[in-house]
């Protein structure tokens, strides 16, 4: 699988870095032996120093106000009468799994690289400027993409996390 990249600098000093979109998939083992699969971002990570990607915690709170809203869309007598659609069971089963991982859920989200907490979601603002002040002090960028830029294949690969995000 052969992704762009986006490639990262410095205002400051000579940092280099690579927003490499990989093809990984996050799986969490809870406690009671389901397998749930959770969400990455990119991230700036200050153990590693460098844009690492992390893991995407979900609060339950939002993931209950999910499930409320599709159990509120079926409350209709209709529904009463036919029960949930296929597609609101498929997705309510879904949201449930992902409601179990957020409870058994105790650390925040860890980077994927070394395991650490010391991590700060990666945004850019429209000119291609980070939310993250380097090191030096000066703010990391996003090198405008060129077509003929190197890009690097990877093989699809699962992370194995416990519920609190530690490799198994
Ligand atoms: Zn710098
Ligand atoms: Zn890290």
Not at 101 to 130: I, M, W, Y
Not at 134 to 140: I, P, T
Request: a positive charge; proline letters at 5%.
């Amino acid at each position: 699988m052969s992704m762009p990249n986006g490639y990262v600098r410095c205002h400051g000093c000579t940092f280099e870095g690579i927003k490499q979109h990989r093809p990984i998939t996050l799986e969490y083992r809870l406690p009671s032996g389901e397998t749930v699969e959770g969400f990455r971002r990119f991230t700036w990570c200050s153990t590693c120093n460098n844009i690492t990607e992390a893991e995407e915690v979900i609060e339950s709170g939002s993931i209950q106000a999910e499930i409320k809203k599709i159990e509120q869309r079926n409350r209709g007598i209709a529904k009463r009468l036919f029960g949930f659609s296929r597609e609101d069971l498929a997705e309510l089963k879904y949201l449930q799994a992902k409601l179990r991982l957020a409870q058994a859920r105790h650390s925040p989200a860890r980077c994927l690289r070394c395991g650490e907490f010391a991590v700060t979601p990666l945004k850019f603002d429209s000119n291609g400027t980070s939310n993250i002040t380097h090191s030096c002090g000066r703010s990391l960028f996003l090198v405008p993409e060129e077509p003929d830029a190197p890009r690097f294949m990877f093989l699809p690969e699962v992370i194995r996390l416990d519920a609190d995000g530690r490799r198994i």
